[in-house]
């Protein structure tokens, strides 16, 4: 190493929540993977949680979209009487299925999940741990998922405390940048019905709206898949989220690799002070 070499820089992609939105998550690693960028630091909520799981296992997008194409609503959420929530046995049962019943440090990448434990009212950051279970945590919706109970955790969907999670990256592994991947950005829409599950979502994506600000504020670069013509509840049109995914990556694409090659000048991230448990 030469007397000048300057360090690599350590640049963490973040993957936000949305439920079946998150499904663009595999387009935008589809357009890495064709100009051959790779993330050695991954951290999720939610389904971003879930996808990154996967990438942080060495899939391939080719890999994820066949797994996708696969799964049925009825496999994630296998209580269908409405207005009960269900156990999240059916999100375990997709990473076991796929990845095996391995534990984070199995994975190949640095790999951060983000949930929200309901005893404490903390952030948790699990970097190690089971990762069936913690991936289920991070995603369990309250009033559709059942909280998981997880050693001394009862844990529900990360999003409700942070659901861009792009301060994570610095806080759990240093990270010099970051480029976050929001699938949900029109979240905080309300709602006329006055029907009990309909103004407690809408209650929900107000909270999220509001906590994704540090989200922003933590980013070098957000990637924006336009997806609002998509319902976040239904794993339908598959290969349109995806392109939609895709196309706002390949739009970006000179930036991202001006944040990687260090030729940006990146903004100082700002500090958000929250209720964390790094694990």
């Not at 790999?111 to 950051?125: M, N, P």
């Not at 289920?136 to 659901?163: K, Q, R, T």
């Not at 609002?228 to 930036?255: C, H, P, V, W």
Request: hydrophobic letters at 40%; one cysteine or more; proline letters at 3%.
């Amino acid at each position: 190493m030469g007397l000048f070499s300057r360090k690599p820089k350590r640049v963490a992609l973040v993957l936000g929540g949305g439920a079946a939105r998150g499904l663009a998550h595999i387009g935008v690693i589809k357009a890495l993977e064709e100009h051959n960028i790779n993330f050695d630091y991954v951290v999720g909520t939610s389904v971003g949680a879930l996808i990154g799981a996967f990438y942080a296992a060495g899939l391939t997008s080719l890999q994820m979209i066949e797994y996708a194409k696969s799964i049925k609503t009825k496999d994630i959420k296998g209580g269908l009487v409405p207005f009960v929530p269900s156990k999240t046995d059916g999100i375990k049962n997709v990473i076991t299925k796929f990845l095996g019943d391995i534990e984070i440090k199995d994975l190949k990448k640095h790999y951060c999940a983000v949930a929200v434990d309901v005893k404490s009212a903390q952030e948790v950051h699990f970097t190690k741990g089971n990762l069936a279970e913690v991936v289920a945590g991070s995603c369990a919706v309250p009033g559709v998922f059942l909280p998981v109970e997880y050693e001394n955790y009862v844990l529900y969907d990360g999003g409700l405390s942070n659901n861009l999670p792009s301060n994570v990256p610095k806080i759990v592994f240093n990270c010099d940048a970051v480029i976050a991947v929001d699938v949900n950005s029109t979240r905080g829409y309300g709602t006329d019905s006055t029907k009990f599950v309909d103004t407690i979502m809408a209650s929900i994506r107000i909270m999220m709206k509001s906590n994704s600000l540090k989200g922003y504020l933590n980013s070098d670069l957000i990637i924006q898949p336009d997806l609002k013509r998509f319902k976040s509840t239904k794993l339908d049109f598959i290969d349109e989220m995806i392109m939609e995914g895709y196309n706002a990556t390949i739009f970006q694409m000179e930036k991202i690799k001006n944040i990687l090659n260090g030729k940006n000048k990146t903004k100082k991230i700002k500090k958000v002070k929250v209720n964390k448990r790094l694990i």
